[in-house]
């Protein structure tokens, strides 16, 4: 028994050595000799990769959406060389605060908006913001997606509340607006009809809100971030001690503002350059050459799969299509470009969903070389399982992003900023895509 024990030993010892030997001589071949060993030849991985320089053309963007994001509505007037001259107007609603009871008695009351903003672009060093305010005579709809360029007419009455020219500097957070034209209707209307201030909608229905238009003497174009209507008074006690009292009305989220844009480019040549401006209609398209990717990487298409070499399944390790910017105005380049589908243009400013990276795909803006970055792979893969050849055109748009918590985007619009920069239409820093392809 003892005999039989000790050879089945040394057969298992003999069976590990053996092993041990075949894992040392695995690890000892290179990584193109251990794959030709585990994998037939026929399904060798072949690899292909192309670079195309890509077709562009100027575009003028149409229906951009008014969006309520921070720092998003300009207010006032720059005037820059190329770019020309930007003027940001605002129609501005304000929320309910609330019922409203007033003491029989009351002194010193007033009414007045006090605009909060950051920094802004700046003409020259007078930093003058011209503006004149009226009343609106029709509420917006809170549902509706407003174009930037929508005519107001139909929201505005004529009559001016106010006018007025202020000098602010670069230490400025805030102005505030005097409303004495309109004190008395408020405070007739809080005496009389205290529900009307209950609710938003019926507060709406008294008083739609205010078009703050910009004059063109403004020398400053401030980013608006909060606006509120203050309604202040003071009364005296039961004990006669003078109480000062302020209710408030904010233009916040619950209701709408619209940023109301015009842009006058100057009238110059631009030679060989593109002109890329936000929040404005300056733009350019791009032709991503299906085609010609195609028989570059031998790639074909059936029943809904993608092959190199006629046989060999297609996977798209990477595709980088880089932008180059030729000039950064002082206004700075937008942090992200949206390519979007020219067919799924107008679809994505109504409903603004998050780019899929076949339709919509976000690229960022690496300052070091001056070049927008795009990741392609996901829409060549998709493109390439179809059996059309036509070339897809996509549409440039300056984007801007919402980040949460975990800086993970949860949200894609139109830059709603002043931003401008240049594209150079020469051939020495064209548009380009990279493409890197595999067969197996």
């Not at 029709?138 to 001016?160: F, G, P």
């Not at 209707?185 to 201030?197: M, P």
């Not at 700075?332 to 400013?349: C, D, H, I, R, W």
Request: hydrophobic share 35%.
């Amino acid at each position: 028994m003892d005999i039989f024990r000790k050879a089945e030993r040394k057969s298992v010892l003999t069976f590990f050595l053996i092993g041990l030997a075949h894992l040392v001589l695995l690890s000892s071949c290179s990584d193109e000799e251990f794959e030709n060993t585990m994998q037939p030849s026929k399904d060798a991985i072949n690899i292909q990769e192309d670079t195309l320089q890509l077709a562009i053309k100027a575009l003028e963007l149409s229906n951009i959406p008014s969006k309520v994001t921070d720092e998003a509505l300009l207010l006032g007037v720059y005037t820059a060389d190329t770019i020309g001259t930007t003027k940001g107007s605002i129609l501005m609603q304000f929320a309910s605060s609330g019922r409203i009871t007033l003491p029989n008695e009351i002194s010193n009351d007033s009414l007045y908006m006090r605009i909060n903003f950051t920094g802004g672009n700046y003409t020259d060093e007078s930093l003058l913001l011209q503006f004149s305010i009226k009343k609106m005579k029709q509420s917006l709809n809170y549902r509706t997606s407003y174009s930037n360029d929508m005519d107001v007419s139909a929201y505005v009455d004529d009559e001016v509340v106010i006018s007025k020219t202020i000098k602010i500097d670069t230490t400025t957070s805030y102005i505030d607006i005097p409303l004495s034209g309109i004190k008395a209707e408020f405070r007739d209307k809080i005496k009389n009809s205290q529900s009307t201030f209950e609710s938003d909608d019926e507060f709406l229905k008294y008083f739609p809100g205010l078009y703050i238009e910009a004059g063109n003497a403004s020398t400053a174009l401030i980013n608006v971030t909060s606006a509120t209507m203050y309604y202040s008074y003071t009364y005296k006690n039961n004990i006669g001690t003078e109480i000062e009292y302020s209710t408030s009305f904010p233009a916040n989220k619950n209701v709408r503002q619209v940023n109301i844009i015009e842009q006058t480019p100057q009238s110059i040549d631009l030679g060989d350059d593109f002109l890329l401006l936000s929040p404005g209609k300056k733009s350019v398209s791009l032709t991503v050459p299906v085609q010609a990717i195609r028989e570059k990487l031998g790639i074909t298409s059936k029943n809904g799969m993608a092959y190199i070499e006629g046989n060999k399944k297609l996977a798209v390790n990477s595709a980088l299509l880089k932008l180059p910017v030729s000039k950064i105005f002082k206004t700075g380049a937008p942090s992200y470009m949206l390519l979007v589908k020219k067919t799924e243009y107008e679809n994505f400013l109504e409903t603004t969903s998050m780019p899929d990276n076949i339709n919509e795909i976000l690229g960022t803006f690496d300052s070091d070389d001056s070049t927008y970055l795009f990741t392609m792979k996901y829409f060549i893969a998709d493109e390439m399982k179809k059996e059309s050849n036509e070339d897809c055109e996509f549409v440039l748009i300056p984007a801007d992003v919402t980040m949460n918590s975990a800086n993970t985007i949860i949200g894609v619009v139109h830059d709603a900023k002043l931003h401008a920069v240049l594209m150079n239409k020469k051939k020495e820093n064209p548009v380009t895509l990279s493409v890197v392809a595999t067969g197996w």
